[in-house]
């Protein structure tokens, strides 16, 4: 009886290893890139007007409010994934509908200082940060809103503990001008499937914004062509 009971734990945590990983990395991430696609559709139909030479703030959300997309080709060709408003646990990270949120201490899209992002790297139900170590110096990310497209440059990655809380701090750890330059910063644990003793933190710079109505960076459409078409201003579209 012992024996069968043991054996029916060990088929069990095999099978949780195995279901695990096949969870997080096709059933959550093509949920993902379909929740994506459908909030850029809502966006797309409010054609904002953003007007020529500004780079627009995004207003401030709701708590665990969706309020834009990310989108990383180096994660992944289509890789895009929610990004929702507090880094709460139960209400965005650990949600398959989100599973990225904003430090709500830290600056939004288009204001300068520093927009601060927290995914899980290894979590049992969704992993959207499972492969920053794939970014390399160079490599674009792009944040999407109801505004258009804000793009970054990856730049640099560090290992922090925990409390090491200054990353999240307007202009953590990088040349630039606080109060005027602007960089994202995504969070993770560390190492990669063995806990949270550390932090990784990957900082981006700012290069540039393109309204919506102009359509995705060329860049993003050329590294995920599912991309194209997908964005066309409403006066663009085919009836």
Not at 185 to 214: M, N
Request: glycine share 10%; hydrophobic share 40%.
């Amino acid at each position: 009886m012992i024996g069968e009971l043991l054996l029916l734990g060990g088929l069990g945590v095999l099978g949780y290893i195995v279901w695990q990983p096949w969870h997080t990395g096709v059933t959550v991430t093509a949920k993902q890139t379909e929740l994506s696609a459908q909030q850029s559709a809502r966006w797309a139909e409010e054609s904002r007007t953003v007007e020529p030479g500004v780079i627009p703030v995004t207003a401030k959300p709701a708590p665990a409010e969706a309020f834009a997309v990310l989108h990383v080709p180096a994660f992944g060709t289509t890789y895009a994934n929610v990004v929702a408003e507090t880094t709460d646990w139960w209400t965005v990270l650990n949600l398959d509908e989100k599973g990225i949120g904003r430090y709500e201490s830290t600056q939004l899209p288009g204001e300068p200082g520093n927009f601060a992002l927290a995914g899980h790297r290894s979590g049992p139900l969704i992993n959207s940060f499972r492969e920053v170590m794939n970014l390399r110096v160079g490599d674009p990310l792009f944040v999407e809103t109801a505004d258009g497209w804000y793009t970054y440059r990856f730049r640099s990655i560090e290992y922090v503990l925990p409390d090491a809380v200054d990353v999240l701090n307007p202009f953590p750890r990088l040349e630039g001008v606080p109060g005027e330059d602007r960089i994202l910063t995504l969070t993770t644990c560390h190492p990669k499937w063995a806990g949270s003793d550390e932090r990784a933190i990957a900082y981006s710079v700012f290069e540039g914004f393109q309204p919506r109505s102009d359509g995705p960076p060329a860049e993003l459409i050329e590294l995920n062509p599912t991309m194209e078409g997908t964005q066309a201003p409403r006066g663009d579209q085919e009836s």
